[in-house]
């Protein structure tokens, strides 16, 4: 049973560190996108990839935010420098095309202190 | 971009009883409309999905009926059972191939 797989699942950090969160897609799948969850703002889109090219990053602050994906199985989220408003959890979801299933990990709960 | 409202924000039912979650959007581009649910602490799993060259769609105990027209979709749950408390979202593809998400509707199933 194939599933998308996120490292950290949680992080504990102060203001003005850097976070890294690392994503594996399941083998196959050639859309990866980043989702952020909050109480107040659901879930938003921040960034996607499809056959490891970025297509949209507009929902992305990009002052602090990049998100990469180094090769077919890696896709990373960067914040740097990270502020207490970054915390929230960060969802990596994988899948066939916009138009079928979106596969999510299980997320990354960030906290910034 | 795509815009997608969801409503009510929290549907307390009891056991037995139908749950119906109502969503709307704004593009009228938009093909393609998934629900996804997401149990506490949990990812998101997707429960069914519908395009828009289809007006309703059934699995099981699950339906989700679409109005272009109006620009609304709407999930239907019968028989609710207690694992069917969770939080369900909506979203839609809008024109530029992204998937906007509705900010979920918390469902309470009261044994």
């Known amino acids: 049973d194939a599933r998308v797989t996120q490292t950290p699942r949680d992080k504990v950090t102060e203001m003005g560190q850097e976070v890294t969160m690392r994503c594996q897609p399941i083998l196959g799948h050639n859309t990866v996108f980043w989702y952020r969850q909050t109480m107040m703002q659901g879930l938003e889109l921040l960034a996607y990839?499809?056959?490891?090219?970025?297509?949209?990053d507009s929902g992305m602050p990009k002052d602090r935010f990049s998100a990469e994906m180094p090769d077919a199985t890696l896709a990373t989220l960067k914040i740097q420098p990270s502020e207490p408003r970054d915390s929230a959890v960060y969802f990596c979801a994988s899948g066939l095309g916009v138009y079928n299933e979106q596969f999510f990990g299980p997320g990354t709960r960030l906290t910034v202190l | 971009g795509e815009n997608v409202e969801q409503h009510p924000s929290t549907l307390s039912v009891q056991e037995g009883d139908s749950a119906v979650i109502k969503c709307t959007y704004s593009d009228s581009a938009s093909n393609y409309f998934p629900w996804y649910k997401q149990e506490l602490g949990k990812r998101p799993q997707l429960i069914i999905d519908i395009r828009s060259n289809v007006g309703e769609k059934k699995d099981q105990r699950i339906a989700v009926t679409l109005n272009k027209t109006a620009k609304h979709f709407s999930l239907h749950i019968t028989e609710t059972q207690p694992e069917d408390s969770a939080v369900y979202f909506c979203?839609?593809?809008?024109?530029?191939?992204?998937?906007?998400f509705g900010k979920g509707n918390q469902v309470v199933v009261i044994p």
């Open positions: 979203a839609a593809s809008n024109r530029d191939n992204r998937l906007a």
């Open positions: 990839f499809r056959n490891r090219a970025p297509l949209d």
